[in-house]
């Protein structure tokens, strides 16, 4: 195995900028999910992926283990891999040991976090035909790098594992599967995985378990701010909200103050107001149907070629050919 890593320098340049946009902008404050997943988040987000609540991560994993065979099938020899937010890359063995049976591979693995792209690249070292070269960017820079990399006659099979695309607003996350599209030839693969409906119950307790995982989780974000921005928050005075929007079939991450408070943060030099009761907006994650996305891949210029449900936690991964 070659392990390479391929770095664009300062990829969390932006976060300073991004803390100052989303908490000083009027009405509604928000900060980017992206900037969960720092040393102490990744760690955190692998123990709820192992909450019973959580079963998202284990329907995922279901399906790539019994169907990895019948995936990498349905596209050509030879393929080259690129994954969006690889994590550990736990649930990628299943696709890049099911294609070593036929051919060497060779993995991006793409992450801005480089805690999980080191777990990933340690997590793939002992699978003898894959050569890794993870690049440490945001989705499409490193998609564009990887694309660039790859040889004449090789197809490109994208990975979006997990529910990351419900993360985005629908209309912005169609607009990101326009321009992964753009990046691909025709021929080529996205294995994208999506969140299905299911009962508000389910989907709420998997965003607020019982031990307070994921509100350490969603708390950290301030921590991150705190440590890495001189920021002056006091966890003890927020308070970690999920929500389900009935309107827009997604269930929201927010952190609320708990108390009328003014933070300071002291590398942007901003002093920001909070109101009782006022929140912080984290994270979204969209919930969608079977059909739903069959149609949102062929708005994007992709057809889906194959879907593979799991039964016991409603979650879909599709097979979208550009």
């Known amino acids: 195995m070659r392990t390479e890593r391929l770095s664009a320098g300062p990829v969390m340049a932006g976060f300073a900028e991004d803390v100052r946009a989303g908490l000083c902008r009027a009405g509604q404050k928000e900060l980017p999910s992206k900037y969960f997943y720092d040393e102490v988040g990744s760690g955190l987000f692998e123990v709820i992926c192992t909450l019973p609540q959580y079963g998202l991560t284990r329907a995922d994993e279901r399906i790539l283990r019994r169907h990895a065979m019948d995936i990498v099938s349905r596209l050509p020899s030879p393929v080259v891999v690129a994954e969006l937010g690889s994590g550990s890359g736990r649930k990628t063995r299943f696709i890049l040991e099911a294609l070593c049976r036929r051919q060497a591979v060779t993995y991006h693995p793409i992450e801005i976090s480089p805690t999980a792209l080191e777990r990933c690249e340690r997590e793939m070292s002992d699978i003898a035909m894959v050569s890794v070269v993870g ?23 994208v990975l979006f594992l997990g529910s990351t695309i419900g993360n985005f607003d629908r209309l912005a996350g169609e607009r990101f599967l326009a321009q992964v599209r753009s990046m691909l030839r025709p021929g080529d693969a996205l294995l994208l995985g999506t969140d299905l409906m299911k009962p508000r119950p389910v989907m709420l307790a998997a965003y607020d378990d019982e031990l307070g995982v994921t509100a350490a989780f969603n708390l950290n974000l301030l921590s991150r701010i705190n440590r890495e921005l001189d920021g002056g928050f006091d966890l003890s005075q927020f308070a970690h909200l999920a929500v389900f929007n009935e309107a827009e079939r997604r269930i929201e991450m927010h952190l609320s103050s708990r108390i009328a408070q003014t933070v300071r943060i002291g590398v942007l030099d901003e002093e920001i107001s909070f109101a009782a009761d006022e929140t912080i907006w984290t994270e979204n994650s969209h919930k969608y149907t079977a059909e739903e996305v069959v149609e949102m891949a062929a708005r994007n210029g992709f057809c889906c070629d194959a879907q593979w449900i799991d039964q016991e936690w409603p979650f879909a991964q599709n097979l979208l050919i550009a």
Do not use: H, S
């Open 135 to 157: 690049f440490e960017r945001p989705y499409l820079d490193g998609l564009l790098a990887a694309a660039a990399r790859r040889r004449d006659g090789e197809c490109m099979m």
